[in-house]
DNA sequence: ACAAAAGTGTTGAGAGTACACCCATGC
DNA sequence: GCATGGGTGTACTCTCAACACTTTTGT
């Protein structure tokens, strides 16, 4: 990762005065999946969304942009992170990592701002529909058909899904954007979504799942109705192990 | 990675004026590969080492530190390490990546900093033996036997280790530590020494190598003189894949 | 001849993959 | 019964890891 690759954070910049050293906000991808279309319940056709808040200033007044802000003076990053998750979404006790730090010197067309960014992962069942407490216009846009962005918050965005499936393939963050309880199919359609890869074996996927000194999930007992033979319901287990060993290169 | 960790950027704080915004600094670990003992030549006995340097001011005056600095108004992130990199070790051109930005609020008894630190790999033939042009005090000191560090620097050499570790795992920037040509058993040696793991088994390690498109090392032609028979040095191929899929933990 | 270090071959266990098949429910 | 989706078994291939073995140099 190059640092070349520059972003902006967002609204208010004008509270902030020029000075003769940067300034430093906070910006955070918050990722969910949610159905394509409103009405399905069962979430048949999942879709890999993220929350971006429309300006309402210039510059790029009218540009969706992710959501951030500046860093209090006494507020650590992560806790400024999470204090614009909960403005945008009302959700606390959310997965957050810090993703990169952004501070190419011509990305703020006002003055020098360096974005730390992090990016969280919700599940949806949590979401109100509409908790954005501000009167700023937030809205999902699904990462494969993205609107224009203000600042470089596309290569941000690009950055954070590169990071997401890399991560998903070797820990189990998968889990933090389902339902406590999930069905093995959920599970492989979180996978399919976010790696862009409809052709996992259901077989294979499932064997895996319940390999010896791998077992990440339990079954619960209870079930969910679909078109067939019910699906039984999965729990994360606890006490999982959470990282796999890297295939290496070169050992 | 929790935000909990922190750290603070290195002298002449005092240039900085108490404002009402954070300050900004860039930290740079500088990793190379050195012999224990300074006499001998083919490197039998390497340690991966980091370039510290020791404070002529307070806070924790006296005491071992990350090389960094402050961020110029118009000049990005990565500039910035390299010109601290540069000062330090004289050296230019080198594999250089962000590793995470360090922000507690606390974390400077001074005023609030706000620390992007970065990773780099330099090879030791590069090295000078004493490159550093300013005044300061600088040395190598081995991972594995760390001073005490000033700030929360140990904090930050425990990530930065962390993530050597990972990224030699399933890409080639073990050859970053290297001269241009080195023997297939030096190269065994970088993965043995950064991974604490002395049990690497030769055969093996040389197929990997070799295997059916993922030829990453070519043989040059010419010979190093060892104790036994003569090793073949080998360069690092410039069209190799230098990433591996990583071993999923569900597909 | 011997030591030292480079370099190779063989083999069995386990993981990955493809694909066919069986099971439980609603209509 | 039939459609629909959940859930399993089998067999082949490839990778991984252990370890014994051969080769080339210096003394």
Redesign the interface.
């Known amino acids: 990762?190059?640092?070349?690759i520059t972003t902006q954070p967002t609204e208010a910049l004008e509270k902030?005065p020029v000075?003769?050293?940067?300034?430093?906000a906070v910006d955070v991808v918050i990722f969910a999946l949610r159905a394509k279309s409103p009405e399905l319940d069962h979430p048949t056709d999942l879709d890999l969304q993220v929350l971006l808040i429309r300006r309402g200033t210039e510059p790029f007044k009218g540009m969706w942009a992710i959501p951030g802000g500046f860093?209090g003076?006494?507020?650590?990053?992560?806790?400024a992170a999470r204090r614009e998750l909960a403005e945008e979404t009302g959700v606390t006790d959310v997965w957050l990592?810090?993703l990169?730090?952004f501070?190419?010197?011509d990305r703020d067309p006002r003055t020098?701002v360096?974005s730390?960014t992090y990016y969280a992962l919700v599940s949806a069942d949590l979401l109100d529909p509409h908790a954005g407490s501000d009167a700023t216009e937030a809205a999902w846009h699904s990462m494969y058909n993205l609107p224009p962005l203000a600042f470089d918050h596309d290569a941000i965005l690009d950055y954070a899904l590169q990071r997401l499936r890399?991560k998903i393939?070797?820990?189990?963050v998968a889990f933090q954007l389902l339902p406590e309880e999930f069905t093995l199919r959920e599970?492989q359609e979180v996978?399919m979504v976010i790696l862009n890869d409809y052709e996992?074996d259901k077989a294979?996927?499932r064997k895996?799942?319940q390999r010896e000194g791998?077992e990440?999930v339990e079954p619960t007992g209870r079930f969910r109705e679909t078109g067939g033979r019910p699906a039984e319901l999965y729990r994360f287990r606890e006490d999982a192990k959470l990282?796999?060993?890297?295939?290496?290169?070169?050992?």
């Open positions: 990762m190059k640092d070349t902030a000075r003769d050293h940067p300034t430093v860093v003076l006494d507020e650590s990053l992560e806790d990592e810090q990169y730090t501070g190419a010197p020098r360096i730390v890399y393939e070797y820990s189990a599970l996978y996992l294979n996927f895996k799942l791998n990440v990282e796999i060993k890297a295939r290496r290169l070169f050992p």
